[in-house]
C-alpha cells in the first residue's frame, strides 16, 4: 500500500510546483529549486502572519512530513494538514489519509480519504477504492471498490477535459518554473492542489 501512495505524493508534489508557481511567492521558488530550507523559513514566517492559511499550513506539513528542510516530524505535518483540512483543503485531507494509512490507522485513512473523495479528489477516489479492495479500514467490497475506481477514472478524465479545453497559456514563468530534474527527483518522494 505504500508504493502507490509515494508515486501519488510524487505526482501531487510536482502538480503543486507547477500549479502554485505561477504566484509570486518566494518560498515556492525556494521549494522548486530544491531549497527547501529556505522554504520552510519563509513559509513559517508567513504561517506567523496567516496563521488560518490553509495553504501555507499544508505547505508546511508537507515539508514536515518528507523532511524537506526540517526534521520529518509526522505529529507535525498531521498538526498542519489537519489546520488546512479543517478549511476543507482537498491536498491536506488527502495528505492526512496517506499519514494515517502509514501508520496502518485505516479507519482514519478512510475517514479523510472519503472526505476529500466525495469532494471530487480523484486520488482520494482511488485510494478509497484500494481500502474498499483490500479491506482495510473497513469490510472488504469488490463492488464498492469498483464504483470509487470508476468515479476516479471518470474524475480525472473530466478533469483533464476541462484543462484541454482551458485557453493556453503559459503555467509558469520561466523565472519560477521548476526544472525537470527537481520534479523527477520530487517526484520519488514528495502533493497539490
Avoid at 503543486?16 to 530544491?34: E, K, T, V, Y
Avoid at 482537498?90 to 485513512?109: D, S, T
Avoid at 479523510?112 to 477504492?129: F, I, K, M, S, V
Wanted: charged share 20%.
Amino acid at each position: 500500500m505504500q508504493g502507490w501512495t509515494t508515486r501519488r505524493l510524487g505526482a501531487m508534489t510536482a502538480a503543486l510546483m507547477l500549479c502554485l508557481a505561477c504566484r509570486a511567492d518566494p518560498g515556492l521558488d525556494a521549494f522548486a529549486a530544491g531549497e527547501y530550507e529556505q522554504a520552510y523559513q519563509l513559509w513559517s514566517e508567513q504561517l506567523d502572519l496567516s496563521p488560518a492559511s490553509p495553504e501555507l499550513n499544508y505547505r508546511l506539513g508537507l515539508l514536515y512530513d518528507k523532511g524537506l528542510g526540517t526534521a520529518e516530524d509526522s505529529t507535525r505535518a498531521t498538526v498542519h494538514y489537519l489546520n488546512a483540512a479543517d478549511q476543507g483543503y482537498l491536498p491536506a485531507m488527502f495528505k492526512l489519509g496517506a499519514i494515517m494509512a502509514r501508520q496502518e490507522n485505516y479507519k482514519q485513512a478512510l475517514k479523510w480519504w472519503r472526505q476529500a473523495a466525495e469532494a471530487g479528489l480523484p486520488e482520494a477516489q482511488y485510494n478509497l477504492g484500494t481500502l474498499y479492495l483490500e479491506g482495510k479500514g473497513v469490510k472488504a467490497d469488490v463492488v464498492v471498490a469498483g464504483q470509487w475506481f470508476k468515479k476516479a477514472a471518470r474524475t480525472a478524465m473530466e478533469k483533464l477535459g476541462q484543462l484541454k479545453k482551458a485557453p493556453s497559456k503559459p503555467l509558469v514563468s520561466d523565472q519560477a518554473a521548476p526544472s525537470a530534474k527537481n520534479i523527477k527527483r520530487e517526484a520519488g518522494s514528495g502533493a497539490g492542489k
